[in-house]
C-alpha cells in the first residue's frame, strides 16, 4: 500500500506490481464537467495526444476496481491477448463483467454526457514515459507532471482529489448492482466492492 | 489439497529439485530467467504471470541483500519489510496444487497453482488442469452468489493454471476445534484444584451446592461455541446443496475460522460438482464431514456435528431424500463399491 497522496496532489498513484516493467496507474477525478462531448471526440478520432482511459465515475464504484482491471490490461498486454486496440481501452473494456466491448464503453467509459469523468492513465516507471501503443514518441520527453497539466487543460471542469470516498460518492449503486448481477444473499456476506472485484477477476472464467 | 500422501509429496518434491537444476542449465542463456528460487520454482511455460512475479520478487530481493549490507535505516526497513511481502510465500503443497501466500494489489492474498503432472500426457494433462481449474473458480463464485462465506477470486491466470484469492485471515476449524478441547481440559483441572486449595469463604451448604455447577459456565462457553460452528456449517453445507454444489472435500481443514468476526469460512473447491448434484453426492458430502468431525476431535466435533446435522435438516430442501442416502453411504462407506 504505497499510495502517494499529498495534500497538494488531487490525482493518486498506484503501483502495479507483478510485471517486469515498474507499471504504475494514476488517477484523476473531475466533476462539472463542461466539454465531455469534445473529450470523448478527441479520444476516438486519437487527435489528443496522451493516452488516457476516461471512465464513467457513476458505474467505477472504488478505485480497487481500477486497480484490478489495470493489472489484467497489462497482463493481456504481455501475453499479447488484448482484445481492443490500446491499453487504456482494454481498461475499460477490463472493468465489464461481460465480454462485449460496445457494452463496456457505453457503461464504463465516459461518454459525451457525462459530467464526471474519471481518468486512469498507466506510466512506465522505468522509462519515464506513457505507454504509448503507436509508437508515437513526440511526447516521450514530458514530465509527469506535463502531461497532468495537458489533461488538466484538456478537460473543462473541476478536478476533486481521487480519494475512495469522492469515488464512491459519484457511484450509482444500483446500476452497479445491475451491471454486475449483483444480488442481497452475495451483499449478506461481502462487500459490493468484493463482489465487483470476483466478477472482473473471474470473467473469463464464466 | 490436503491429501497427505507424505511419500507422494516428497518424490514430487525431489523431481522438482532435478527439474530445477535441468532448467537452469536450460535458461542459462535467457538472462530473465536465470535468477528464479529455487524454494519457489514452478514449472511451467516461461511467460506466465506467476513467474513474472517471480521475477519481480527475485529482483527485489537481490536489491534488498545490496541494501542491507550498505545501510540500515528505519525507512529501509520499512521498505524492506514490504518488499518482503509482495514476494511468495508457499503456505502449502498437495498433490494437485501449491499455495502461496503474497500480496496483490495492495491486499493480503492467496495464490493456488496447480502444478504440471509428468507422468501425464501434456495434451490431457494441460485439458484436465484447465478445467478441474475453472470448475474451482465457477464453484467458488456460485458459493459466494449463494450467500457462502468464501474466498473472493481476484484474477484467474490461465497460462500458470492459478487462481488469486483473497487472504482470510484466520486459524482452520481444525486448530480451533483442537485449541478448545485443550482449553476446556485446562480449565477443567484448575477449576478442581481451585476447589481443593481455596477454602471457601463461607463453608455453608449453599456454595457446596454451588461449586459444581459454577464449573459448567465454563465447559458451556465451549459448548456454546460448538454449537455455533455448527450452526454456522450446516447453514454453509444446506445453501451449498441447495444452490447445487457439492464441495467434496468438506473437513475440518477446509473451514476457516475468521479471527475478527469467528465466522466460518469454506476453502478448497478444488473436488467440488456444480452441475449435477445427486442424492449420493450430498450423502456423501455430509459423510466425510461426519467422519472428519467425530474422528478427529471427538467431543467437540461430535457437538458441532449435531448441530450441524440439526440446521442442515431444517434448512436444507432435499434433506429429506439426501438424508436416507446418507445413511445408506454411512452403512457401507463412501465409495459405491469397493472393487478394484
Not at chain 2, 140 to 159: E, H, S, W, Y
Not at chain 2, 195 to 223: I, M, Q, W, Y
Not at chain 2, 261 to 280: A, H, P, W
Amino acid at each position: 500500500m504505497t499510495e502517494t497522496t499529498t495534500t497538494t496532489h488531487k490525482h493518486q498513484t498506484f503501483p502495479v506490481d507483478g510485471f517486469e516493467n515498474d507499471f504504475t496507474l494514476e488517477l484523476m477525478l473531475f466533476e462539472q464537467v463542461t466539454n465531455a462531448k469534445e473529450i470523448s471526440d478527441s479520444i476516438k478520432s486519437g487527435s489528443f495526444d496522451v493516452e488516457v482511459a476516461l471512465m464513467n465515475p457513476k458505474t467505477i464504484f472504488t478505485e480497487n476496481i481500477v486497480r484490478l482491471a489495470t493489472f489484467k490490461a497489462i497482463a493481456s498486454m504481455e501475453t499479447k491477448c488484448m482484445v481492443t486496440r490500446t491499453l487504456h481501452s482494454e481498461i475499460i473494456f477490463n472493468a465489464s463483467p461481460k465480454t462485449n466491448i460496445n457494452e463496456a464503453f457505453r457503461r464504463f467509459g465516459a461518454g459525451p454526457d457525462s459530467t464526471a469523468i474519471l481518468v486512469a492513465r498507466v506510466c512506465d516507471k522505468k522509462k519515464e514515459q506513457i505507454v504509448v501503443d503507436t509508437g508515437n514518441s513526440s511526447n516521450s520527453s514530458n514530465s509527469e507532471e506535463h502531461i497532468r497539466e495537458k489533461v488538466r487543460k484538456w478537460i473543462d471542469g473541476k478536478e476533486i482529489a481521487a480519494t475512495r470516498e469522492n469515488l464512491q460518492r459519484f457511484a450509482d449503486t444500483n446500476a452497479i448492482k445491475k451491471y454486475y448481477k449483483i444480488d442481497a444473499a452475495e451483499l449478506k456476506i461481502a462487500s459490493l466492492e468484493d463482489g465487483v472485484l470476483m466478477r472482473i477477476g473471474a470473467r473469463e472464467v464464466i | 489439497m490436503d491429501i497427505d500422501d507424505k511419500e507422494e509429496e516428497e518424490e514430487e518434491q525431489r523431481e522438482e529439485k532435478e527439474e530445477t537444476t535441468t532448467r537452469k542449465t536450460k535458461t542459462k542463456t535467457k538472462t530473465r530467467t536465470t535468477t528464479i528460487d529455487d524454494a519457489v520454482e514452478v514449472d511451467q511455460d516461461d511467460e506466465h504471470l506467476l513467474q513474472r512475479i517471480l521475477h519481480y520478487n527475485n529482483n527485489n530481493n537481490n536489491n534488498n541483500n545490496n541494501n542491507n549490507n550498505n545501510n540500515n535505516d528505519g525507512n529501509d526497513e520499512n521498505r524492506r519489510r514490504e518488499e518482503q511481502e509482495k514476494r511468495l510465500h508457499l503456505l502449502s503443497q498437495g498433490a494437485e496444487a501449491r499455495v502461496f501466500s503474497t500480496t496483490f494489489l495492495g491486499k493480503p492474498c492467496v495464490v493456488k497453482q496447480r502444478f504440471r503432472k509428468k507422468y501425464r500426457h501434456p495434451v490431457l494433462d494441460q485439458k484436465l488442469t484447465r478445467s478441474r481449474l475453472f470448475a474451482e473458480c465457477r464453484s467458488l463464485m456460485k458459493a459466494r452468489i449463494l450467500g457462502v462465506q468464501a474466498p473472493t477470486v481476484l484474477f484467474v491466470d490461465k497460462r500458470s493454471s492459478s487462481i488469486f484469492m483473497e487472504r482470510v485471515e484466520g486459524k482452520s476449524l481444525k486448530e480451533v476445534l483442537k485449541s478448545i478441547a485443550a482449553e476446556e481440559d485446562e480449565e477443567g483441572e484448575e477449576k478442581k484444584e481451585e476447589e481443593k486449595t481455596t477454602p471457601p469463604r463461607n463453608a455453608t451448604a449453599e456454595d457446596a451446592t454451588a461449586a459444581p455447577s459454577s464449573s459448567s459456565p465454563l465447559s458451556s462457553s465451549a459448548h456454546r461455541r460448538a454449537v455455533k460452528y455448527g450452526r454456522e456449517i450446516g447453514l454453509i453445507v444446506s445453501k451449498l446443496h441447495d444452490g447445487n454444489i457439492t464441495h467434496g472435500d468438506l473437513t475440518t481443514s477446509n473451514f476457516l475460522v475468521h479471527a475478527q468476526t469467528d465466522s466460518i469460512y469454506v476453502i478448497d473447491f478444488g473436488l467440488s460438482k456444480t452441475q449435477i448434484v445427486g442424492e449420493e453426492d450430498i450423502g456423501v458430502d455430509l459423510y466425510v464431514l461426519e467422519r472428519s468431525l467425530v474422528s478427529a476431535h471427538s467431543r467437540e466435533g461430535a457437538r458441532v456435528w449435531q448441530e450441524c446435522l440439526r440446521t442442515w435438516k431444517e434448512t436444507c430442501g432435499k434433506s429429506k431424500e439426501a438424508f436416507k442416502r446418507y445413511e445408506e453411504v454411512r452403512a457401507r462407506g463412501r465409495k459405491r463399491s469397493m472393487v478394484g
